[in-house]
């Protein structure tokens, strides 16, 4: 910024050090005398553009790769094992398969419930984390190449934007959403987050109401150090080949499921997921604490 011009500061400190790209970075290291680096190796880095050459050099950040030389060193890096957002149920698998099971929930936070904010139960979603398995349903994913663009000449405009989606997945998600509504949460405590963008849209669509009462519908891009009371992942993925794209990037995942606060629904097929080691060892991580359900075994209507 001109305003800073040549100024050297005693000490640079940077939030969300592994969002920022190597060129960013610097800039601020190069005008400190010392800096502290806060930031989570484990969720989204920052977004670069121009191939995988180009991804390969940008795509590891400065935090990174300070964190990997200096791993162990106590004199350099620093892990916060102590966290003050989700439910111990919801917050295990990720500390499991992120971060050695070294995160503790803060006593304040490590048995909240939505029933501790006046909801009304649930008798079949009685858990924190509840994961809704749509395998067999034959709610099979498609895939879209184009997407509404706003309009040119008063007409609707179209642009390219690969994507996928799944339209029973959408219905399912859209009808979770308004049982939750029913329980007495207010939407504004509510997200639905989405594996592809393609998906959101429709999800846009069908929660159209609710979205004007502030439930908030997006991508996990979106939604990375933010948090809700209450949050609806929804995978999207189905097909016969076990095929999962970019939900290989489980950094990605890990990112949609440390969101939710107090309650935590994934909608997702374990038949197409199931062979990925990550995604296994979710669905075993639910079935070990009695939360795997299944979309054959209701159809989510409202609570009276």
């Not at 939030?15 to 190069?30: F, I, K, N, R, Y």
């Not at 390969?56 to 950040?61: E, I, W």
């Not at 999962?244 to 990112?255: E, K």
Request: charged share 25%; net charge negative; hydrophobic share 40%.
């Amino acid at each position: 910024h001109p305003l800073l011009g040549d100024q050297q500061f005693d000490c640079v400190v940077v939030d969300e050090a592994t969002q920022a790209s190597d060129p960013l970075l610097l800039v601020a290291l190069g005008r400190a005398r010392v800096a502290v680096l806060a930031g989570d190796p484990h969720q989204l880095g920052p977004v670069v553009t121009g191939g995988p050459q180009v991804e390969d050099v940008l795509g590891a950040t400065v935090f990174e790769r300070l964190v990997s030389r200096h791993a162990g060193a106590a004199d350099a890096t620093v892990m916060l094992e102590q966290q003050h957002r989700m439910h111990l149920e919801i917050m295990t698998f990720p500390s499991r398969s992120k971060y050695g099971g070294k995160l503790i929930a803060a006593p304040a936070v490590a048995t909240h419930r939505l029933e501790d904010l006046g909801t009304m139960p649930d008798p079949l979603r009685p858990r924190p984390l509840w994961m809704i398995d749509t395998a067999g349903k034959d709610w099979l994913e498609q895939r879209t190449d184009f997407e509404p663009g706003g309009s040119l000449n008063n007409m609707p405009s179209f642009q390219f934007d690969p994507s996928t989606f799944n339209s029973g997945n959408a219905e399912r998600v859209a009808a979770e959403a308004r049982r939750l509504l029913s329980r007495g949460l207010p939407p504004t405590e509510i997200a639905v987050i989405a594996a592809y963008s393609a998906q959101a849209r429709r999800l846009r669509e069908l929660l159209g109401e609710e979205r004007a009462a502030g439930l908030e519908i997006g991508t996990v891009d979106g939604f990375q150090g933010r948090e809700k009371e209450a949050v609806i992942v929804d995978l999207v993925r189905s097909n016969e080949s076990g095929e999962i794209g970019f939900l290989s990037n489980t950094r990605r995942m890990n990112v949609a499921l440390t969101r939710a606060k107090r309650f935590l629904i994934v909608v997702a097929d374990s038949a197409t997921l199931g062979d990925h080691p990550y995604y296994a060892a979710f669905i075993r991580y639910v079935d070990e604490i009695d939360a795997h359900g299944s979309a054959w075994s209701d159809d989510a209507p409202a609570l009276a």
